[in-house]
């Protein structure tokens, strides 16, 4: 599901990143009262009142930056701005209306975005007055306390209001309704053969092909049918170390890149077969994973090891347990897109996978499950107390999420939980799914879920 965008935004210092912790939910977000602590721009999927949103906050917007590092935030929070489908133009209400926040407001206004003025460190009705410079600026405008959440509903509110409709992927969020197509994002470091993997399952050369990093710059949706199955197959740009990044449009590709995550069900993790998996692939796989969508590895250009005397399968599926030790539960494979070897095993495993992912557990059989499971291992106590169990149900698919009742909800460890998931996994399967699972207090007898 692609989610609409809203970026946060204004000079610095002036309390973005604490209205964007407030909205998330939990401190992300580094808050500090030197200027310039926030460098790069933080994303967030979060609810807001009924609408997910990917939240964005962005380092200082300084008119005329004259540094490197203001240069560079200024980048960044332009590419944001871009990005947006609203904007949230955050400013010092103790401090009043600059010539600074002019200048920012003018870029605003010729970016053509819903853009949402809000007067930050109003803490109460008696600092009310200190708003009264901002009415003049022409904007929407409302007034916050970030740190103690004055304000905040009216801002959302004001945010749905300029929110695009939501799109039939966002509409598809109903557990129950069955996708017409499976859709599937490749994913990997720049260079990593992605587009040469999409032409040879396209079967024509649908996507550019260059040893140069970088060459693909945008998504570029490729249509499949094999058999009587469809497929979407997103090709997209490369994803990089942020250090790394060093040009404007390749970090705007890079979040295009995290995007397409959104709007798939499951994603192709393509991992360069002659240097092994690093720790870029699995901060990239564990995104997805956090995502809630399906993963398969990809290990391209084998053809390229059979020369190379430390490089061989058993070594590599190690390293891969090693390196990516949170995406055990995916499948993977050997290919080499250039050649084609093992590319005909990608459809049926997507497929397969597809099935696990979109897979329900009846009810009853969850809660033989979870007795065994108590049986087996039973929750550590709390205080002294037992931590009960009473019974289990499957709250939605894509991906299986599960929901147990229990006496004492905080009671059950992270432990406990990673336990109860390994043992779904032994039962059910669900190869190549992350699952989900919450505890909750034990409703009681006519109470609603």
Not at 61 to 86: F, G, Y
Not at 221 to 237: F, H, L, N, P
């Amino acid at each position: 599901m692609s989610l609409p965008v809203v970026a946060i935004v204004g000079r610095p210092n002036v309390g973005k990143s604490t209205f964007f912790n407030r909205l998330v939910g939990f401190k992300k977000a580094v808050v500090h009262d030197r200027p310039g602590v926030t460098r790069d721009r933080l994303y967030e999927e979060t609810e807001l009142l009924s609408r997910k949103v990917l939240l964005i906050d962005t380092g200082g917007l300084e008119p005329i930056p004259d540094t490197d590092l203001l240069q560079a935030m200024r980048h960044q929070s332009l590419v944001a701005v871009e990005e947006a489908d609203v904007i949230l133009f955050i400013v010092d209400g103790r401090m009043g209306w600059t010539a600074a926040d002019a200048d920012v407001a003018d870029m605003l206004r010729r970016s053509e975005k819903p853009v949402i003025l809000v007067v930050n460190k109003i803490d109460g009705p008696r600092h009310e007055d200190l708003a009264a410079d901002f009415y003049s600026v022409g904007m929407e405008l409302y007034t916050i306390s970030a740190e103690h959440g004055r304000g905040t509903y009216e801002v959302l509110e004001a945010v749905e209001s300029c929110l695009p409709e939501p799109s039939a992927e966002e509409a598809e969020e109903d557990p129950d309704a069955e996708p017409s197509d499976i859709r599937i994002a490749v994913l990997g470091r720049p260079n990593i053969g992605k587009s040469t993997l999409v032409n040879r399952l396209v079967g024509k050369e649908r996507h550019l092909v260059f040893d140069q990093p970088g060459t693909t710059m945008d998504p570029v949706d490729s249509r499949v049918t094999v058999g009587e199955q469809d497929y979407v197959i997103v090709d997209t740009a490369g994803i990089r170390k942020r250090a790394k990044i060093g040009d404007h449009l390749e970090r705007f590709v890079s979040l295009q890149a995290i995007r397409t995550i959104e709007r798939c069900h499951i994603a192709l993790l393509m991992i360069d077969g002659t240097e092994g998996p690093t720790d870029q692939d699995a901060k990239l796989a564990q995104l997805i994973i956090d995502r809630g969508r399906a993963l398969i590895i990809l290990v391209n250009k084998w053809d390229l090891t059979k020369d190379m005397e430390l490089v061989n399968s058993k070594q590599t599926e190690e390293d891969l347990r090693r390196r990516l030790p949170h995406a055990e539960f995916a499948p993977f494979m050997f290919i080499s897109a250039k050649t084609g070897k093992g590319v005909h095993r990608i459809f049926p495993t997507v497929t397969e996978v597809f099935k696990e992912f979109n897979k329900r557990i009846t009810t009853s059989k969850l809660n033989r499950f979870l007795e065994d499971a108590v049986v087996a291992h039973s929750p550590p106590q709390k205080h002294h107390h037992p931590v009960r169990l009473y019974y289990m149900t499957q709250a939605r698919v894509r991906p299986p999420t599960f929901v147990a009742y229990s006496n004492t909800p905080d009671g059950v460890t992270t432990a406990y939980k990673r336990y109860l998931q390994n043992r779904l996994r032994e039962v059910f399967g669900f190869e190549g799914t992350p699952l989900k699972l919450f505890v909750r207090a034990r409703r009681k007898a006519g109470e609603e879920a």
